[in-house]
Protein backbone atom coordinates (compact mmCIF):
# COMPACT_ATOMS: atom_id res chain seq x y z
CA UNK A 1 0.00 0.00 0.00
CA UNK A 2 1.65 3.51 -0.47
CA UNK A 3 2.45 5.53 2.40
CA UNK A 4 0.48 8.95 2.33
CA UNK A 5 2.18 11.70 2.01
CA UNK A 6 3.46 13.90 5.40
CA UNK A 7 3.91 17.24 5.77
CA UNK A 8 4.75 19.60 8.49
CA UNK A 9 2.09 22.10 9.39
CA UNK A 10 2.75 25.74 11.55
CA UNK A 11 0.13 26.77 13.46
CA UNK A 12 -0.19 30.41 14.19
CA UNK A 13 -2.04 32.37 16.99
CA UNK A 14 -1.93 35.51 18.92
CA UNK A 15 -1.23 35.46 22.22
CA UNK A 16 -2.77 37.24 25.51
CA UNK A 17 0.06 39.51 26.10
CA UNK A 18 -0.83 43.01 27.01
CA UNK A 19 -1.23 45.63 26.07
CA UNK A 20 -0.65 44.18 22.80
CA UNK A 21 -0.88 40.40 21.28
CA UNK A 22 2.22 38.80 20.11
CA UNK A 23 2.09 35.78 17.70
CA UNK A 24 2.92 32.58 18.49
CA UNK A 25 3.60 29.16 16.49
CA UNK A 26 4.40 25.38 16.91
CA UNK A 27 4.63 22.62 14.27
CA UNK A 28 3.09 19.20 13.62
CA UNK A 29 3.11 16.64 10.98
CA UNK A 30 -0.04 16.16 9.32
CA UNK A 31 -1.54 13.86 6.64
CA UNK A 32 -2.13 15.17 3.42
CA UNK A 33 -5.55 14.19 2.08
CA UNK A 34 -5.96 16.36 -1.10
CA UNK A 35 -3.06 18.64 -2.67
CA UNK A 36 -4.05 21.91 -1.76
CA UNK A 37 -5.45 21.61 1.98
CA UNK A 38 -7.73 24.22 3.70
CA UNK A 39 -8.53 24.60 6.69
CA UNK A 40 -11.19 22.20 7.28
CA UNK A 41 -8.93 19.37 6.00
CA UNK A 42 -6.85 19.86 9.05
CA UNK A 43 -6.68 18.78 12.74
CA UNK A 44 -8.23 20.97 15.59
CA UNK A 45 -4.79 21.35 17.73
CA UNK A 46 -4.27 22.30 21.03
CA UNK A 47 -2.02 23.88 23.30
CA UNK A 48 -1.10 25.24 26.91
CA UNK A 49 -2.24 28.82 27.74
CA UNK A 50 -0.93 29.31 30.65
CA UNK A 51 2.39 29.71 28.90
CA UNK A 52 0.78 32.40 26.52
CA UNK A 53 -1.21 34.59 29.29
CA UNK A 54 -4.48 33.14 28.24
CA UNK A 55 -5.17 30.50 31.03
CA UNK A 56 -3.77 29.32 34.42
CA UNK A 57 -1.90 26.26 35.13
CA UNK A 58 -5.21 24.57 36.59
CA UNK A 59 -6.77 25.00 33.68
CA UNK A 60 -4.30 25.41 30.76
CA UNK A 61 -5.86 23.94 27.27
CA UNK A 62 -7.02 26.14 24.76
CA UNK A 63 -7.87 24.78 21.46
CA UNK A 64 -7.04 26.34 18.03
CA UNK A 65 -9.29 26.08 15.32
CA UNK A 66 -7.44 26.15 11.92
CA UNK A 67 -9.36 29.08 9.77
CA UNK A 68 -6.94 29.87 7.21
CA UNK A 69 -4.33 28.17 5.18
CA UNK A 70 -1.50 29.35 2.60
CA UNK A 71 1.66 27.63 1.81
CA UNK A 72 5.18 27.80 3.84
CA UNK A 73 6.98 30.11 1.41
CA UNK A 74 10.42 29.19 4.23
CA UNK A 75 10.12 25.44 4.49
CA UNK A 76 8.88 24.73 0.67
CA UNK A 77 7.65 21.16 0.35
CA UNK A 78 4.52 21.01 0.67
CA UNK A 79 4.27 22.82 4.11
CA UNK A 80 1.67 25.06 4.93
CA UNK A 81 1.41 28.20 7.28
CA UNK A 82 -1.69 27.44 9.68
CA UNK A 83 -3.74 30.48 11.22
CA UNK A 84 -6.03 29.81 14.16
CA UNK A 85 -8.29 31.33 16.25
CA UNK A 86 -8.12 30.12 19.91
CA UNK A 87 -11.26 28.63 21.63
CA UNK A 88 -11.80 27.65 25.28
CA UNK A 89 -12.34 24.00 26.36
CA UNK A 90 -15.97 24.68 25.66
CA UNK A 91 -15.42 25.71 21.92
CA UNK A 92 -16.16 29.02 22.51
CA UNK A 93 -14.21 32.08 21.31
CA UNK A 94 -11.83 32.90 23.89
CA UNK A 95 -11.45 36.66 25.21
CA UNK A 96 -8.73 37.44 23.49
CA UNK A 97 -9.90 36.43 20.36
CA UNK A 98 -10.42 39.66 18.63
CA UNK A 99 -11.05 37.71 14.73
CA UNK A 100 -14.13 36.44 16.26
CA UNK A 101 -15.46 39.77 17.43
CA UNK A 102 -14.67 40.55 13.58
CA UNK A 103 -16.82 38.03 12.42
CA UNK A 104 -19.64 38.90 14.61
CA UNK A 105 -19.28 42.36 13.38
CA UNK A 106 -19.22 41.82 9.71
CA UNK A 107 -22.45 39.08 10.10
CA UNK A 108 -24.17 42.09 11.48
CA UNK A 109 -23.10 43.96 8.84
CA UNK A 110 -26.44 44.52 6.30
CA UNK A 111 -26.52 43.45 2.85
CA UNK A 112 -24.87 45.23 0.09
CA UNK A 113 -22.67 47.05 2.51
CA UNK A 114 -19.90 45.04 1.18
CA UNK A 115 -16.77 46.99 3.31
CA UNK A 116 -13.00 46.56 2.03
CA UNK A 117 -10.03 47.45 3.52
CA UNK A 118 -6.36 47.72 2.57
CA UNK A 119 -3.68 48.06 5.78
CA UNK A 120 -0.42 50.28 4.73
CA UNK A 121 2.04 48.62 7.81
CA UNK A 122 4.90 50.24 8.73
CA UNK A 123 8.09 48.89 10.92
CA UNK A 124 11.28 49.56 12.04
CA UNK A 125 14.44 46.97 11.28
CA UNK A 126 16.77 46.73 14.99
CA UNK A 127 20.02 45.11 15.11
CA UNK A 128 22.02 45.09 18.57
CA UNK A 129 19.25 47.47 20.02
CA UNK A 130 19.97 50.28 17.50
CA UNK A 131 17.54 50.61 14.29
CA UNK A 132 19.16 48.52 11.21
CA UNK A 133 21.90 51.05 9.60
CA UNK A 134 22.52 53.93 12.79
CA UNK A 135 25.63 54.55 13.42
CA UNK A 136 26.96 52.68 16.88
CA UNK A 137 27.28 56.67 18.49
CA UNK A 138 25.17 59.46 17.98
CA UNK A 139 22.61 59.99 14.92
CA UNK A 140 21.78 59.41 11.17
CA UNK A 141 21.39 62.99 8.61
CA UNK A 142 17.86 64.52 9.54
CA UNK A 143 14.86 62.72 7.77
CA UNK A 144 14.45 63.45 4.39
CA UNK A 145 16.66 61.64 1.80
CA UNK A 146 15.22 58.33 2.66
CA UNK A 147 12.02 58.09 2.20
CA UNK A 148 11.64 55.64 -0.94
CA UNK A 149 15.05 56.30 -1.38
CA UNK A 150 17.97 54.45 -3.17
CA UNK A 151 21.56 53.82 -1.93
CA UNK A 152 23.67 52.33 0.50
CA UNK A 153 23.37 56.13 2.21
CA UNK A 154 19.80 56.35 2.40
CA UNK A 155 18.65 52.81 2.31
CA UNK A 156 19.40 49.90 4.94
CA UNK A 157 17.45 46.35 5.06
CA UNK A 158 16.38 45.86 1.58
CA UNK A 159 17.50 42.61 1.05
CA UNK A 160 15.04 41.77 3.83
CA UNK A 161 12.48 43.63 2.52
CA UNK A 162 12.52 41.61 -0.51
CA UNK A 163 12.85 38.48 0.99
CA UNK A 164 10.11 39.34 3.31
CA UNK A 165 8.00 40.52 -0.26
CA UNK A 166 8.86 36.92 -2.05
CA UNK A 167 7.57 35.13 0.54
CA UNK A 168 4.35 36.76 0.70
CA UNK A 169 3.99 36.16 -2.58
CA UNK A 170 4.83 33.06 -2.83
CA UNK A 171 2.14 32.45 0.34
CA UNK A 172 -0.19 33.93 -2.08
CA UNK A 173 -0.86 37.06 0.30
CA UNK A 174 -2.39 39.99 -0.80
CA UNK A 175 0.87 41.91 -1.28
CA UNK A 176 0.65 45.79 -2.67
CA UNK A 177 3.81 46.83 -2.39
CA UNK A 178 6.58 48.12 -0.29
CA UNK A 179 8.89 51.49 0.27
CA UNK A 180 11.34 52.82 2.22
CA UNK A 181 10.25 55.14 5.07
CA UNK A 182 11.21 58.35 6.15
CA UNK A 183 13.45 57.38 8.96
CA UNK A 184 16.21 55.51 8.06
CA UNK A 185 15.46 51.87 9.15
CA UNK A 186 11.60 52.14 9.04
CA UNK A 187 9.93 50.06 6.10
CA UNK A 188 6.34 49.68 4.72
CA UNK A 189 4.62 46.92 2.97
CA UNK A 190 0.80 47.27 1.52
CA UNK A 191 -1.77 44.39 2.35
CA UNK A 192 -5.13 44.43 0.74
CA UNK A 193 -7.30 44.94 -2.24
CA UNK A 194 -5.15 45.33 -5.62
CA UNK A 195 -7.79 45.50 -8.98
CA UNK A 196 -6.33 41.86 -9.94
CA UNK A 197 -9.63 39.47 -10.94
CA UNK A 198 -11.18 37.28 -8.51
CA UNK A 199 -9.26 39.09 -5.59
CA UNK A 200 -10.87 39.98 -2.32
CA UNK A 201 -10.59 43.09 -0.36
CA UNK A 202 -13.01 41.91 2.37
CA UNK A 203 -12.15 42.67 5.93
CA UNK A 204 -11.66 39.38 7.55
CA UNK A 205 -9.11 38.20 4.64
CA UNK A 206 -7.24 41.15 4.76
CA UNK A 207 -6.82 40.47 8.20
CA UNK A 208 -5.47 37.13 8.00
CA UNK A 209 -3.12 37.98 5.58
CA UNK A 210 -1.85 40.66 7.41
CA UNK A 211 -1.35 38.60 10.42
CA UNK A 212 0.27 36.56 8.11
CA UNK A 213 2.76 38.68 6.90
CA UNK A 214 4.01 39.98 10.32
CA UNK A 215 4.26 36.27 10.85
CA UNK A 216 6.43 36.29 7.64
CA UNK A 217 8.55 39.26 8.49
CA UNK A 218 9.50 38.36 11.41
CA UNK A 219 10.69 34.66 10.22
CA UNK A 220 12.85 36.10 7.69
CA UNK A 221 14.53 38.59 10.05
CA UNK A 222 14.42 35.83 12.96
CA UNK A 223 17.05 33.77 10.06
CA UNK A 224 19.04 37.12 10.25
CA UNK A 225 19.50 38.31 13.52
CA UNK A 226 17.20 41.14 12.94
CA UNK A 227 14.25 42.25 14.84
CA UNK A 228 11.03 44.07 14.11
CA UNK A 229 9.77 46.65 16.43
CA UNK A 230 6.24 48.02 15.38
CA UNK A 231 6.10 50.15 18.24
CA UNK A 232 4.21 53.88 17.27
CA UNK A 233 7.60 55.87 18.20
CA UNK A 234 10.12 53.32 17.93
CA UNK A 235 12.98 56.62 18.06
CA UNK A 236 12.21 59.17 20.05
CA UNK A 237 12.85 62.73 19.07
CA UNK A 238 12.60 64.66 16.03
CA UNK A 239 11.79 61.47 13.56
CA UNK A 240 8.37 60.18 12.69
CA UNK A 241 6.74 57.32 14.22
CA UNK A 242 5.01 54.08 12.34
CA UNK A 243 1.63 53.32 11.65
CA UNK A 244 -0.98 51.05 9.81
CA UNK A 245 -2.40 53.61 7.75
CA UNK A 246 -6.49 52.18 6.79
CA UNK A 247 -7.73 52.04 3.58
CA UNK A 248 -11.49 51.56 4.01
CA UNK A 249 -14.34 51.84 1.26
CA UNK A 250 -18.04 50.28 1.00
CA UNK A 251 -20.35 49.96 -1.89
CA UNK A 252 -21.85 53.15 -1.12
CA UNK A 253 -18.44 54.84 -1.01
CA UNK A 254 -16.96 53.08 -4.13
CA UNK A 255 -20.36 54.38 -6.02
CA UNK A 256 -19.55 56.82 -9.03
CA UNK A 257 -23.06 58.19 -8.34
CA UNK A 258 -22.73 59.22 -4.31
CA UNK A 259 -19.20 58.67 -3.54
CA UNK A 260 -17.77 61.44 -2.40
CA UNK A 261 -21.43 61.97 -0.17
CA UNK A 262 -21.15 58.45 1.54
CA UNK A 263 -17.15 59.21 2.40
CA UNK A 264 -18.42 62.74 3.86
CA UNK A 265 -21.08 60.53 5.74
CA UNK A 266 -18.36 57.90 6.76
CA UNK A 267 -15.94 60.62 8.34
CA UNK A 268 -18.57 62.50 10.20
CA UNK A 269 -19.56 59.07 11.98
CA UNK A 270 -15.48 58.96 12.95
CA UNK A 271 -15.44 62.04 14.01
CA UNK A 272 -18.08 61.26 16.71
CA UNK A 273 -16.70 58.42 18.00
CA UNK A 274 -13.13 59.32 17.91
CA UNK A 275 -12.51 58.87 21.30
CA UNK A 276 -13.34 55.37 21.09
CA UNK A 277 -11.45 54.70 17.55
CA UNK A 278 -8.29 55.83 19.35
CA UNK A 279 -8.77 53.47 22.48
CA UNK A 280 -8.74 50.61 19.72
CA UNK A 281 -6.07 52.18 17.36
CA UNK A 282 -3.28 50.49 19.38
CA UNK A 283 -0.30 51.23 22.64
CA UNK A 284 1.29 53.84 23.03
CA UNK A 285 -0.42 56.22 20.28
CA UNK A 286 -0.07 58.96 22.22
CA UNK A 287 3.65 58.68 21.62
CA UNK A 288 3.28 59.12 17.83
CA UNK A 289 -0.28 61.40 17.58
CA UNK A 290 1.56 64.27 18.33
CA UNK A 291 0.37 66.86 15.63
CA UNK A 292 4.03 66.50 14.58
CA UNK A 293 5.53 63.69 11.99
CA UNK A 294 2.83 64.04 9.41
CA UNK A 295 0.05 63.24 12.10
CA UNK A 296 -2.46 64.94 13.70
CA UNK A 297 -2.53 65.35 17.41
CA UNK A 298 -4.29 62.80 19.41
CA UNK A 299 -7.46 64.66 21.36
CA UNK A 300 -8.32 66.60 17.85
CA UNK A 301 -9.81 64.94 14.86
CA UNK A 302 -9.59 66.66 11.75
CA UNK A 303 -9.94 65.58 7.78
CA UNK A 304 -8.94 66.75 4.77
CA UNK A 305 -8.22 66.13 1.26
CA UNK A 306 -4.06 64.75 0.64
CA UNK A 307 -4.02 65.88 3.91
CA UNK A 308 -1.09 63.45 5.75
CA UNK A 309 -1.61 65.90 9.13
CA UNK A 310 -5.54 65.20 9.22
CA UNK A 311 -6.73 62.40 10.84
CA UNK A 312 -8.42 60.67 7.87
CA UNK A 313 -7.07 61.90 4.77
CA UNK A 314 -9.21 61.59 1.37
CA UNK A 315 -6.82 61.31 -1.51
CA UNK A 316 -6.91 63.88 -4.09
CA UNK A 317 -7.63 61.48 -7.02
CA UNK A 318 -10.74 59.96 -5.12
CA UNK A 319 -12.16 63.57 -5.04
CA UNK A 320 -11.28 63.93 -8.28
CA UNK A 321 -12.71 61.00 -9.23
CA UNK A 322 -15.74 61.53 -7.07
CA UNK A 323 -15.77 57.99 -5.22
CA UNK A 324 -13.66 55.47 -3.74
CA UNK A 325 -12.28 55.25 0.12
CA UNK A 326 -10.90 57.27 2.71
CA UNK A 327 -7.32 56.74 4.84
CA UNK A 328 -7.66 55.93 8.46
CA UNK A 329 -4.45 57.77 9.43
CA UNK A 330 -4.67 57.21 13.50
CA UNK A 331 -3.89 53.57 13.75
CA UNK A 332 -0.40 52.21 15.38
CA UNK A 333 1.58 49.78 13.62
CA UNK A 334 1.19 47.91 16.57
CA UNK A 335 -2.59 47.79 15.97
CA UNK A 336 -4.58 44.93 15.81
CA UNK A 337 -6.36 44.76 12.41
CA UNK A 338 -8.96 42.78 13.39
CA UNK A 339 -10.40 45.19 16.00
CA UNK A 340 -9.63 48.29 13.89
CA UNK A 341 -11.74 46.98 11.11
CA UNK A 342 -14.19 45.98 13.75
CA UNK A 343 -14.67 49.53 14.65
CA UNK A 344 -14.37 51.17 11.12
CA UNK A 345 -17.50 48.62 10.69
CA UNK A 346 -19.56 49.12 13.75
CA UNK A 347 -18.96 52.99 13.26
CA UNK A 348 -19.48 53.82 9.31
CA UNK A 349 -21.58 50.14 8.27
CA UNK A 350 -24.41 50.78 10.76
CA UNK A 351 -27.72 51.21 9.65
CA UNK A 352 -28.77 54.94 9.31
CA UNK A 353 -32.09 56.43 7.85
CA UNK A 354 -30.25 59.33 6.42
CA UNK A 355 -29.75 60.11 2.45
CA UNK A 356 -26.02 58.65 2.68
CA UNK A 357 -27.07 55.26 4.16
CA UNK A 358 -23.62 53.23 3.63
CA UNK A 359 -25.27 50.60 1.44
CA UNK A 360 -25.41 50.40 -2.14
CA UNK A 361 -27.61 52.88 -4.10
CA UNK A 362 -30.61 50.69 -5.60
Not at 99 to 124: I, K, N
Not at 151 to 173: E, K, M, N, P, S
Not at 180 to 186: K, L, S
Amino acid sequence: MKRADRFLAEYIWLDGAAPTQGLRSKTRVVERGTDAPDAADLPVWSYDGSSTYQATGGDSDLILPPVRVVPDPLRGRGAVLVLCEVLDAEGVPHETNQRATLRDALERTGAGVDPWVGFEQEYTLFRDGRPLGWPRDGYPAPQGPFYCGVGADAVFGRTLVDRHAAACLAAGLLLYGTNAEVMPAPWEFQIGHRGFDGESGDPLTVSDHLWLARFLLSRVCEEEGVSVSLHPKPVKGDWNGAGAHTNFSTAATRDPANGIAAIREAIARLQVRHRRHIAHYGDALHERLTGLHETCAIDIFRSGVADRGASVRVPRQVLAAGHGYLEDRRPGANCDPYVVCRELITTICAATDGPHALRRSA
